[in-house]
């Protein structure tokens, strides 16, 4: 009696434990913290005048933490965005900076697009600003004409276009909103997930590379709503940009006003005046523009990234390296293992909200991904090689 009492106890125990089991995933769903992010963001009140940068300042607050934030952005009429990534300023403050719209831009769109670190993504609504109206603009010829503009050429437009930015800054210096930044030598960074850069750019002269968001990165074309369903289909489709990516779309939010108003380098040959504005790259910059040396990761962009370093890893003597980051996400590398040398391609991002550079083999190798501990002449980061043995990269520039 006391054996069947055992035995029907035990069994009654089975059962409850297959129950259990049987139905994990509700009871984990039930227990698990729902994401929730919230986006607090001043809109500018005043019109912006052409030829100064934006700034904008959002408060970004996500329960799962907060991976990168990004600022999406278009001018008047274009349907490809561009994004900068929105640098932390400590606690839950985050700033972004657009290129200086130019003449004709008519009026800027921008959304905010948050990342938590469970690869949800989350984008706000859209903001707009208008461009204020000048009588400078009159003057200005065929402001919507596409210009193309021979190599012996650039010089002769960029002057022109340098004149007339001269003349609005004299006569509008004291009339410019708070929320704009004068445009110098400070090369700005802003990634496109799309090709349509010719679309993408209209607008704006400014000195500033565009660069093409490598896969694994792009997660604006998971969010809900910011590129329209062709141009997902173009880019490969919303399935495979999840399966690159690995994030979710966590749906659209609404930004509060916290209580205030609502691989491409564009460079010397490619200079191009579009919709009566300028978009120009690293090489366009004349040669009184020296680099200024090593600057830290808090303040470093992918631009700053750029060029060549030896590689050493630290616990691998037989191991070395020399790695070339070009602008546009591509590269090259030759690694040399005991004497022998092998030569390779490589594809490669930066981060700047996570302080996060990733590369990796482009025929499917090793690779490493990790937050960079020093500055852009002299940084390491974790990773491992084709065969999955973990190392630290250390890398110098040449």
């Given amino acids: 009696m006391i054996m069947r009492t055992s035995s ?11 129950g259990l089991l049987a139905a994990p995933a509700g009871i984990l769903a039930a227990a698990a913290p729902q994401s929730t992010t ?46 900068v990534p929105m640098q932390t300023q ?17 009026s800027i769109e921008y959304k905010f697009l948050v990342i938590n670190q469970q690869k949800q993504v989350t984008l ?18 065929e402001p919507g004409e596409m210009k193309m503009i021979r190599i012996d050429k650039v010089q002769e437009a960029v002057e022109q276009y340098e004149a007339m ?33 010719a679309d993408g750019m209209q607008g704006f002269y400014d000195t500033f590379v565009v660069t093409q968001t490598p896969e694994p990165f792009r997660y604006g074309l ?17 399935a495979a940009a999840t399966a690159a990516t690995g994030a979710t779309s966590a749906g659209t939010v609404a930004a509060s006003s916290g209580g205030g108003a609502a691989g491409i380098i564009i460079g010397a040959v490619a200079l191009g005046a579009v919709g009566a504005g300028v978009y120009a790259g690293a090489e366009a910059l004349s040669e009184d523009d020296e680099d200024d040396g090593p600057v830290s990761v808090a303040n470093a962009t992918a ?21 070339t980051f070009n602008s546009g996400g591509t590269g090259s590398y030759t690694e040399t293992i005991s004497g022998t040398s092998y030569n390779g391609r ?3 991002s930066y981060d700047q909200g996570s302080q996060t550079l990733t590369f990796n083999d482009a025929d499917g190798g090793g690779g490493a991904s990790g937050r960079v501990a020093g500055n852009t002449d002299n940084f390491s980061i974790n990773g491992h090689y084709a065969n999955g043995r973990p190392a630290t990269f250390v890398f110098t520039r040449d």
């Avoid at 400590?90 to 008519?106: H, K, N």
Wanted: charged share 25%.
């Fill in 165 to 197: 930015k001269q003349l609005i800054e004299d006569n509008y210096r004291r009339k410019y909103p708070d929320y704009q930044q004068k445009a110098d030598t400070n090369i700005l960074e802003t990634q496109l997930e799309l090709q349509e850069l």
């Fill in 303 to 323: 631009a700053d990234f750029v060029g060549t370093y030896s590689v050493r890893d630290s616990s691998r003597a037989e191991w070395s390296g020399r790695f």
């Fill in 90 to 106: 400590g606690g839950d403050d985050y700033r972004g900076i657009l290129p200086a719209p130019w003449i004709g831009s008519a």
């Fill in 38 to 83: 919230e986006i607090e963001h001043k809109a500018p009140g005043k019109p912006y005048l052409p030829g100064r940068r934006i700034v904008l300042e959002a408060e970004i607050e996500d329960n799962q933490g907060v991976l990168a934030a990004r600022c999406y952005f278009r001018t008047q009429g274009r349907e490809t965005f561009t994004f």
């Fill in 8 to 18: 029907m106890a035990l069994k009654m125990l089975i059962y409850v434990l297959c």
């Fill in 346 to 348: 490589l594809v490669w």
């Fill in 222 to 238: 998971v969010a809900d709503g910011l590129y329209t369903s062709s141009q997902v289909a173009t880019a490969g489709g919303s």
């Fill in 124 to 141: 706000s609504q859209s903001f707009f600003i208008q461009e204020k109206e000048l009588e400078e603009t009159v003057t200005w010829q």
